[in-house]
């Protein structure tokens, strides 16, 4: 059965540092990907998706991951953190009708 | 186009008391789902459903309910309220390229 592990359940960058978000998975065939980002007293919202394309996806807000099957991982990362990116972060995996969730991590960016 | 609507946005159950949470979408989706999130824990799938008439049980299905007789909407039952039931309920509907849309969510106390 799929599933997902985010290494560390909050992370805290200074503005203008480098965002690295950790994302490990299990499935028994080619996943889809995705992050989530959840902003406060909000639904979650598509940050970018991982399809069997190209290995590194592009998204939103200047994010962007890269699928490494040899290492199970899909690690969200941003150059520049900024105040705006503080929120909490959800890594998921979908290998059939249903998808699987991480426990999510709390960013918080520092001034 | 609303996108995912769910309502109401805020309720308080006494224990044991019963209710429908409501949830639509105007994408035409046939895959729609229905999600707790607990803080700490992420999103757990409770009932998920791949088009009208067919719904099947997620992770953590015990103490509610689930029909689906149109494709627009996809109501969750809760009897017997407990107390563990206090959580925000998420509903979401997918697309053809596993994009899950997210509503605002519902969230629920049980006293």
């Known amino acids: 059965a799929q599933s997902v592990t985010q290494l560390g359940s909050h992370v805290s960058v200074s503005e203008g540092a480098l965002v690295l978000l950790r994302c490990n998975y299990s499935?028994?065939?080619?996943?889809?990907l995705f992050w989530y980002v959840q902003y406060p007293n909000q639904g979650l919202q598509l940050l970018l998706k991982y399809t069997s394309a190209a290995t590194l996806v592009k998204g939103i807000n200047g994010f962007e991951a890269e699928f490494k099957k040899s290492e199970t991982s899909f690690h969200l990362t941003k150059p520049s953190a900024h105040m705006s990116d503080a929120a909490e972060y959800f890594c998921a995996v979908s290998e059939g009708n249903d998808m699987r969730f991480g426990a999510g991590t709390r960013l918080t960016v520092k001034p | 186009n609303a996108g995912v609507t769910q309502t109401p946005k805020f309720r308080i159950l006494k224990i044991g008391q019963s209710m429908t949470l409501q949830c639509a979408q105007d994408?035409?989706?046939?895959?729609m789902y229905w999600y707790r999130q607990d803080p700490g824990m992420g999103l757990k799938l409770i009932y998920y459903?791949?088009?009208?008439?067919?719904?099947d049980k997620g992770e953590v299905p015990n103490g509610y309910n689930v029909s689906r007789s149109t494709t627009e909407d996809f109501p969750l039952r809760l009897e017997l309220a407990a107390p563990s039931q206090t959580s925000v309920y998420f509903c979401?509907?997918?697309?053809?390229?596993?994009?899950?849309?997210f509503g605002p969510g519902t969230r629920l106390t049980v006293t």
């Open positions: 994408m035409n989706h046939n895959y």
């Open positions: 459903s791949v088009g009208a008439g067919i719904t």
């Open positions: 979401a509907s997918r697309d053809d390229s596993y994009e899950q849309y």
């Open positions: 499935s028994s065939v080619p996943p889809y």
